[in-house]
DNA sequence: CGCACCGATGTGAGCGCTAACAATCCCTGG
DNA sequence: CCAGGGATTGTTAGCGCTCACATCGGTGCG
C-alpha cells in the first residue's frame, strides 16, 4: 500500500512495514523462530521466546494476516448470513455469535440479506466462499432460505442457526417447542379452558415450532384445540387478531387466554383489546415470546418466553469450529424461559359470562 | 487447508485448487493477462477478454483474495465497531452500513463492544488494524467512545457514524437537532403553552443533540424552558419520568405535552401515565423518536421522529471510501422527519383545569 | 523504405508468512 | 569415548497473486 521506505513516518510507534524479520533481527532470531513463537509452538527455549516476545512489544508488531492467510488457507473469519437485523432475535443471536467468535479468536463477516431467498443466500454464502471465510452460519428461519442451505455444499463447514428440525445439515436452535410449551401449560394453570394461538409466518420455523409446542400441551392435557390464527410477526397483524378475537368474545365465544408467537404480535394485540374495551388480564390473558426489553413496559406487562441467544450464538461457533476440526458434535436444543408478568391472570367465571357489556372506546 | 492432490473432489464443479494459472492454460494465454481480465485493465484485445472469461466462468474459478491482499494491502473490507446493536438504532445503522458498503465490492466485518469504553474502542480497532480492513467505521454515540477515537490515529481511514457535532474526525449523523426541533413544534402548534422533555444519558451525543433541539425551538417561540427530566434510554426510565410527571399534574403543575428523546422511553412513559389514570392525548400529548416498528403499534399509537438509517449508512460508507481515495468530503447530516399518530393532540383548557379527578387504577 | 512508437502480451520477482527439512548442539548410554 | 537421539534453531521453498519490466508485432511518418 505504501513503499517500505515510509516505514518510519507514523509519529508514535504505530503499526507499519514492519515484518517478521525485522522482529528477528532485534531478537537475534531468524524469522522463523519468530513465527514459532508467535504461533506458540512448543519447541522454543523459554529465554528465546522471552526475548523475541519482548522484540515484539517493543516494535507493536503485528504479523500480515493476508500473508498468513495465503500459507495457511485460513483467514480465521466466520461468514454470518442472516436476514432482518433489525428483528429482536436475529440482532441478539448476531450478538452471541460475534462475542463468541472473538472469544475463539475469530472475526465475523456478515452479510445481511433483503429477503430469505435461496438465492440470495446462495449469493451470500458464495461472497464468503470466495472471501475465504473458515466457516459460515446462517440464520436460516425461513424455509426457502433452509431449502437453500440444504443445496449447497460449501468447501468450508456450513451451519444453520435457528432452523426448525434436523432437515437441514449441522444446526443449533432454541428449543421452540418446549417454550410454546410453558406458556401454554402456564395459561392453562391458571385455570383457562384452552389457549388461542396466533402463528408466526406459515414458512418460518420457528413459528411451526411454537405453534407444534402449542398444540402438543394442549392435546396432552385434553383442551380443546382452537382454530389457529395467522399472523406474520408484525404488531399490524397481532392488532388484527386482537380484533378478530375481541369480536369473538363479543359473541360470546370462550376466548380467555391468547398465546402469540412473538412479543411485536402481543403488543398489537394488547392495542387491540384495549381499544374494544377489553381489560388484560382480567378478560383475556396474554403470552408472547422473545421478551424484548420493551416488553416489561407494555400495557400491562407482558408474560413471554425469553431465548438465550448468547448461548445460542456460543454453540453456533461451537459447532462451526467443531466441523473445522472434523468433529461431528450435534448440540442439544437450547432451553427457553418462562417470564411471568402482569398480562397473564387467572380465568374467571369457568364458563358461562353473559351479558358482559362491552365499551367501544374508538368511537 | 487439504493436499492439493484432492482439488477434483468436489462433486459438482465447484470452486477449490483453481488458480489463475489453470484459467490461463484453458484460454491460452499468461496468468497475467488473466490478472488484466479480473482487473479490469485497459489494454486487453476484446478477443482475448472474452476467451479468459469463457475459460473462468467455464472452471468457476475465484481468485484467492488473501494473495491478492498480500500484494495489493487491501482487503477490501470495512471494519464496524459498535455497541448496544440490539437497540434499534445502531442495528439499522448497521444495516444500512452493510448493504452500503456490498453495493460498493467490500465486506463488513463487525465487532460489537459491550460498553463503549476507550480501551474496548480501542481494543477493537486494533483488531481491524490488523486484520487490515481497508477503512473502519465507528458507531460513537456516547463521549468517551468518541474520545477514544479523537485519540486514536490508525493507518487507515476511521470514520464515526451518529456522533453529535464535528469534534471528532470524518463523521457523518442524522440531524437530531432538527428532529428535536420538528417534535418540538408539532407540540407547541397544537396549542401546548411548553414541552416538557424527557433526555438519553447524558454522555449520549445523540441525546443531547435532541436536548438542544428542543431547546432552542422552545427558546425560538419564547415558551419556557422547564427542566428537563433524566433518562437513559430504557422504557424504565420512561415509566420513571411518567410517574414524576403526573405527580406533578396532580399538583397541578402545567404538564401537557411531553418529548422524549427516544421511543423506548416513550413506551414506558405511556404505560406509567395510562396506570395512573392519565389519557393519552387527552391529558398528555407524547412524542418519541426513533420510529420503532412497534411504535404505530403502542397505546396510543406513538408520534415520533424517523431517521434514515439506510441513507446514514450509506454516507458512513461513501465517507471512508473517499478518504481512501483521498478525497476528503464534509457530507450534511441526514434529515429526520416527524411523523404524527395518536399520541399527539391539541392542548386543552388552555390554563385553569382545577379539580381534575385522577383515578388510581393499581390500588 | 526504415525507424520510432504504441498496444498487447509474457516473464520474473517478490508481497510476508508458514511448512518442511537441514543443521546444530548437548546429552545419554553402551 | 563415541554413536544416537532429542531439543533448538536456521534455511529454503513456495502459497497465488500483482507489479514492473521485457518482448513482440504492427502502424505512422520522415
Redesign the pocket.
Known amino acids: 500500500m505504501e513503499p517500505?521506505g515510509a516505514a518510519t513516518a507514523q509519529p508514535e510507534g504505530s503499526t507499519r512495514?514492519?515484518?517478521?524479520?525485522d522482529v528477528?533481527a532485534l531478537a537475534?532470531?531468524?524469522?522463523?523462530?519468530?513465527?514459532?513463537v508467535?504461533?506458540g509452538?512448543?519447541?522454543?527455549?523459554?529465554?528465546?521466546?522471552e526475548r523475541v516476545e519482548a522484540a515484539i512489544a517493543q516494535l507493536g508488531?503485528?504479523?500480515?494476516?493476508?500473508?498468513?492467510a495465503?500459507?495457511?488457507g485460513s483467514t480465521r473469519t466466520i461468514g454470518l448470513v442472516t436476514v432482518k437485523i433489525n428483528q429482536y432475535g436475529p440482532a441478539q443471536t448476531m450478538l452471541g455469535l460475534e462475542k463468541a467468535a472473538r472469544a475463539a479468536g475469530y472475526s465475523l463477516s456478515v452479510s445481511i440479506l433483503d429477503e430469505a431467498t435461496a438465492s440470495a443466500m446462495r449469493d451470500a454464502v458464495d461472497r464468503f466462499v470466495s472471501q475465504s471465510v473458515d466457516g459460515i452460519v446462517a440464520l436460516a428461519t425461513y424455509d426457502d432460505a433452509a431449502a437453500a442451505l440444504a443445496t449447497l455444499d460449501p468447501p468450508v463447514p456450513l451451519v444453520a442457526v435457528q432452523v426448525g428440525g434436523d432437515e437441514v445439515r449441522p444446526a443449533v436452535g432454541v428449543d421452540q417447542e418446549a417454550g410454546a410449551r410453558l406458556a401454554t401449560r402456564h395459561l392453562l394453570e391458571l385455570g383457562h379452558r384452552t389457549v388461542h394461538h396466533v402463528t408466526g409466518p406459515a414458512d418460518s420455523q420457528e413459528a411451526r415450532g411454537r405453534q407444534d409446542g402449542w398444540r402438543s400441551e394442549l392435546l396432552a392435557v385434553g383442551a380443546p384445540v382452537p382454530e389457529i390464527i395467522g399472523g406474520d410477526w408484525t404488531p399490524s397483524s397481532g392488532y388484527a387478531a386482537g380484533k378478530q378475537l375481541a369480536e369473538r368474545i363479543r359473541n360470546d365465544e370462550d376466548v380467555t387466554a391468547v398465546f402469540l408467537a412473538n412479543d411485536q404480535m402481543a403488543l398489537g394485540l394488547l392495542a387491540a383489546l384495549h381499544e374494544e374495551g377489553l381489560s388484560v388480564p382480567r378478560d383475556v390473558s396474554v403470552v408472547g415470546f422473545d421478551d424484548l426489553p420493551e416488553a416489561p413496559y407494555f400495557t400491562p406487562p407482558l408474560t413471554t418466553v425469553r431465548q438465550d441467544f448468547a448461548e445460542l450464538g456460543r454453540r453456533g461457533v461451537q459447532l462451526v469450529l467443531a466441523r473445522l476440526q472434523g468433529e461431528d458434535l450435534h448440540p442439544e436444543p437450547v432451553p427457553a424461559a418462562l417470564l411471568v408478568r402482569s398480562s397473564t391472570g387467572p380465568a374467571r367465571a369457568p364458563s358461562r359470562r353473559k351479558g358482559r357489556t362491552l365499551r367501544a372506546t374508538t368511537a
Chains 1, 2 share one sequence.
Open positions: 517500505e512495514a514492519l515484518v517478521m524479520s528477528a537475534g532470531v531468524s524469522h522463523q523462530t519468530v513465527s514459532r508467535i504461533n509452538h512448543p519447541n522454543v527455549a523459554p529465554h528465546t521466546r508488531y503485528r504479523p500480515n494476516i493476508a500473508a498468513r495465503l500459507v495457511t
